[in-house]
């Protein structure tokens, strides 16, 4: 599958604020939002007015590189939002919550979603005790993803629970740090879900 393998940090200048790509490196100076606050390109230092369109495009730009997903599959998750009961747009992030990686992401277990996708795929994560290495895994409650048994002892996992050990959980997930694992408790609301994403723009852009 074809996947963006440019600098990260473009990304993130391109939508003017930080996607946190990068793990630690986004908040230090090293950082190049803070750094060279404009986007990238020979143009990038141009203001313009954006249209209507233009916002709408940013913001579903924006929430696709957030969490690494590509257009068609982004484009899917929107049209199994839109068939689910509820806000068609909180329903969207719901779905983006619960991937694989983005858990593993939030649980503490990665530095940064890039390097969750990546674990995930190198068989490093179990759910209920079953092998799952697809990143677009999606979780439901009750759901227990924990480190596989082979990597508890890997110097890459205990540098990487020990950096993120002061991280904020998120309400919907519990983690219980002594076996390495966490559990997907409820799939979260709109208000525990802290991405700066206007939802509302993405569903009129699919909507026209």
């Not at 963006?4 to 996607?19: I, V």
Request: aromatic share 8%; proline share 4%; glycine share 8%.
């Amino acid at each position: 599958m074809a996947r963006y393998t440019g600098p990260s940090c473009k990304l993130c200048r391109r939508e003017g604020e930080k996607l946190f790509l990068k793990g630690e490196r986004c908040y230090t100076d090293k950082c190049s939002v803070g750094r060279r606050g404009y986007a990238p390109g020979q143009h990038g230092q141009q203001r313009r007015k954006l249209s209507e369109y233009g916002m709408q495009l940013r913001e579903k730009q924006k929430a696709r590189r957030f969490y690494g997903v590509l257009e068609k599959q982004f484009r899917k998750y929107f049209d199994m939002a839109t068939n689910m009961k509820g806000v068609t747009g909180e329903n969207l992030l719901k779905l983006l919550e619960s991937r694989m990686d983005n858990v593993v992401y939030r649980l503490g277990f990665a530095n940064s979603r890039p390097e969750a996708r990546q674990l995930v795929k190198h068989n490093h994560f179990t759910v209920n005790g079953k092998k799952v290495n697809i990143p677009s895994y999606l979780l439901n409650p009750g759901d227990v993803v924990a480190v596989a048994e082979k990597s508890k002892n890997s110097e890459k996992i205990k540098s990487i629970v020990e950096n993120t050990s002061g991280k904020i959980i998120p309400g919907w997930l519990e983690l219980d740090l002594d076996n390495l694992s966490g559990k997907v408790v409820t799939l979260p609301s709109r208000e525990e879900i802290d991405l700066p994403v206007k939802e509302y723009l993405i569903v009129e852009l699919y909507s026209k």
